[in-house]
Nanobody, 116 residues
Framework: QVQLVESGGGLVQPGGSLRLSCQASGSTLNYYQVAWFRQGPGKEREEVIG????????YYTNAVKGRFTISRDTANNLLYLQMNSLKPEDTGVYYC?????????WGQGTQVTVSS
């Protein structure tokens, strides 16, 4: 089991950028499939970007293609989400996620609001 804590959310204008961080503890993320989810107002939670545990490739929804990147700092047990060219529809609560041995682990979420 791993504990996850997100940070870096906030208010940003359309077209701006944010970088979210997910600090993991209790276990190394090296063994986990990792991803970022989000839940916008009135919407279901959706997976937006992740790293395959099979080959290490990144996968993502078309809504964030070319704008979001995911990265992992294994030495410090951190997961990042770099968000560029933000749009109002990117607004929502963002969660980091880690899966290992069939057990899902979630962070508490961090609010991202894109508005002028």
């Amino acid at each position: 089991q791993v504990q996850l804590v997100e940070s870096g959310g906030g208010l940003v204008q359309p077209g701006g950028s944010l970088r979210l961080s997910c600090q993991a503890s209790g276990s190394t993320l090296n063994y986990y499939q990792v991803a970022w989810f989000r839940q916008g107002p009135g919407k279901e939670r959706e997976e937006v970007i992740g790293i395959s545990h099979l080959d290490g490739n990144t996968y993502y929804t078309n809504a964030v293609k070319g704008r979001f990147t995911i990265s992992r700092d294994t030495a410090n047990n951190l997961l990042y989400l770099q968000m560029n060219s933000l749009k109002p529809e990117d607004t929502g609560v963002y969660y980091c996620y880690a899966l290992f041995l069939g057990v899902e682990n979630w962070g508490q979420g961090t609010q991202v609001t894109v508005s002028s």
